[in-house]
């Protein structure tokens, strides 16, 4: 085991449990800015409890946010250090711009929601929900963007080995940044509905606040459905998109080898790097060519086209990829029902 594989593993440990509290967090920002929103308009005492319940929640998912973000500077500084050098002039300047401006402004408009609902007007704390949740939503969109020109790059030069910022906004607005914030966003919005839906199921099976449940199942199930009918779709566009700009990356989550026409999805199978195969494969014959290009016989490119020092770590991003589907099709089930 290299060096560089332990800093892929620790670091991917830590921005991957980092990462759940985010996510949570906007999620969470939807539904208590459409509770309050119902509550302003129709003054249902239901509606204040409700997002007086999710305020709660959310203070406490984002503090544990807030102290595992902390370490992801300091973890991309000693794992990516040369890295951190090199491009800092575009990565490190999107990532001080979310700082100063979109988490400021959740910060601050979150203190309100958690002491000043007997404080403030009822608009003025609705307007405060509503900073929370662009706030947490433009954070979202910096970070994704300071992810996205790692994949796509653009908005600077190399000149005399350094690198010259030509475009910030260039650099902002990659190539990938729209897409990915918009996949993002989804999968942000169907983690709040099923951390919603879970807390309101426990209560209903223990009996317990049976109307907070009743309104909180009847809020998150259908938001929950919606968005993880619509992640597929996202998904896929962020595919094509992938193919275009990383195809090595493409080659390696499809498991796809050997150049190939007529590819078959695999749904399942055991990655071997080594050999150059998929064990146990099942799949569906056509259907990844049909797919990528909308020919079912089409051409698809194989990891073989490309040197072997670009692959991405195969095993690992192919069975998290299909890991990734599984349990999007399980939430489409399981909100269904």
Known sequence: MDALLLARIQFGISIGFHYLFPV????????????????????????????????????????????????????????????SAFAGAIFGTVITIESITAFALESAFLGILIFGRKKVSPFIYLLSAFFVFFGSHLSAFLIVAANSWMQTPAGFQIVNGEMVVTSLKDAIINHSTLIRFAHVITAAWLTGAFVIAAIAAYYTLKRKFTLLSTLLLKLSLPIALITALAQPMWGHFQIMNVLEYNPEKNAAYEGMFKTTKGATLYSFGIPDEKNETIHFAIGIPYALSLLESGDPFSEVKGLEEYPKEDWPPVN??????????????????VAGL
């Open 24 to 83: 949570t967090t906007l999620g969470l920002t939807l539904f208590i800015l459409i509770t309050e929103s119902i509550y302003y308009k129709k003054r249902e005492e239901q509606y204040r409890i409700a997002s007086d319940f999710l305020v709660k929640i959310l203070s406490l998912i984002f503090t544990v946010g807030v102290a595992t973000g902390l370490l992801m500077p300091f973890a991309i500084g000693a794992n990516w250090s040369r890295y």
């Open 316 to 333: 690992i991003v192919f069975t998290t990829f299909h890991l990734m589907v599984m349990l999007g099709v399980v939430m489409i089930a």
